[in-house]
């Protein structure tokens, strides 16, 4: 019912988050196959172009961040922040791309759904630690779940500001039953 939930929790398990993200190109260095990476800059800027397309979603999410700017105060803090969390979002997305390609190919990951858990399945530190996306997936769910929530409010919170009414948790029932159909 509130932003402030979400943004407690996510406080939880951002910064694990951020380590894991941090320690997987560490955990996968004998997974690296550096000549993965060498035909990137040979292929035709289109090819490229089109390549980066699907990963404009995970950024275009900080333009979610625009439905929950009236509910700050100070604007020095908002664009600090938004600067902030931008540039630690592109950093952790293009090493968690830069690792996608070197461990899995450009070709492979894109006939997979989820190109970054088949990455946590590679990882085999030894012999007994060869199950870690067990551990990395109980900190990456509650993220990723914090992530849809957000948008969801951000979703009622834009739909209640178009009939003027301020009181989007009124709307929540049907908007998730049209969702859910």
Not at 34 to 49: D, E
Not at 127 to 143: A, G, S
Request: charged content about 10%.
């Amino acid at each position: 019912t509130s932003v402030e939930v979400i943004a407690r929790v996510n406080d939880l398990f951002y910064p694990l988050f951020v380590v894991t993200i941090t320690i997987m190109p560490l955990l996968l260095s004998n997974e690296f196959y550096l000549r993965l990476l060498t035909p990137i800059l040979t292929m035709p800027f289109q090819n490229l172009a089109s390549s980066s397309f699907l990963t404009l979603g995970n950024a275009g999410d900080i333009f979610i961040l625009g439905a929950f700017l009236h509910m700050l105060s100070n604007s020095n803090h908002i664009r600090s922040a938004i600067r902030h969390g931008s540039l630690l979002g592109f950093f952790l997305l293009t090493l968690v791309l830069f690792a996608i390609i070197a461990v899995l190919g450009p070709k492979m990951p894109a006939n997979l759904a989820y190109p970054s858990y088949n990455l946590v399945q590679t990882i085999h530190v030894t012999d007994f630690l060869d199950r870690l996306d067990l551990v990395m997936l109980m900190i990456w769910f509650p993220t990723v779940a914090c992530k849809i929530i957000a948008i969801y409010l951000a979703l009622l919170i834009g739909i209640s500001s178009l009939f003027n009414h301020r009181n989007y948790p009124m709307i929540n029932k049907p908007i998730a039953l049209s969702l859910a159909l």
